[in-house]
């Protein structure tokens, strides 16, 4: 009688081990961050050659009749030409945010969407105007110049 408690204490352990090793493979499935690491690379040897800038820029639209783009948390004036990201907060479904000037013409957010969008834009050196095309006319509307 005092052997079935230590055989169902074996059993336990051959359990658990087997739990164990099925945790594992899940695992084995997460090697896509590779590409990411390279991108990483790549902008830190554009930055350091002191070659085209690049960098974050942050749009706005709504929920009033407001738009505006920030770089740096600061009112977007003067942004050096380069590759940005540029994320746009729509924050209502009468307005959309697009973006006009050299190179680019690329309607980011639509009227009838609400959210966060992201795309990657290349800026040239000129004047850019970013607008809410319904409202444009009542000023909705502003620019900053890329050097
Ligand atoms: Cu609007």
């Known amino acids: 009688m005092g052997r079935t408690p230590t055989i ?3 059993a336990a352990i051959a359990l658990g081990l087997g739990v164990s090793a099925c945790g594992g493979d ?3 499935g997460a090697g896509e961050t590779t590409t990411e690491s390279t991108t990483t690379t790549e902008s830190t040897t554009t ?5 085209a800038a690049s960098g974050e820029l942050e749009g706005e639209t ?4 407001e738009i505006e783009v ?9 942004v050096k030409a380069g590759t940005y990201t540029l994320k746009v907060e729509d924050k209502s479904d009468m307005h959309n945010f697009h973006l006009i000037g ?9 009227v009838s969407f609400v959210g966060d969008k992201t795309v990657t834009v290349t ?10 095309d319904p409202h444009a006319a009542q ?4 620019t900053f110049e890329v050097t």
């Open 47 to 51: 930055t350091e050659s002191g070659g």
């Open 62 to 65: 709504g929920p009033g009749f």
């Open 102 to 110: 050299p190179g680019v013409d690329e309607e980011v957010t639509t």
């Open 26 to 28: 899940d695992e084995s």
């Open 70 to 78: 920030k770089q740096n948390g600061e009112d977007a004036e003067s």
């Open 139 to 142: 000023g909705m509307k502003g």
């Open 8 to 10: 169902a204490l074996l």
């Open 123 to 132: 800026l040239q050196p000129g004047t850019y105007t970013y607008q809410c």
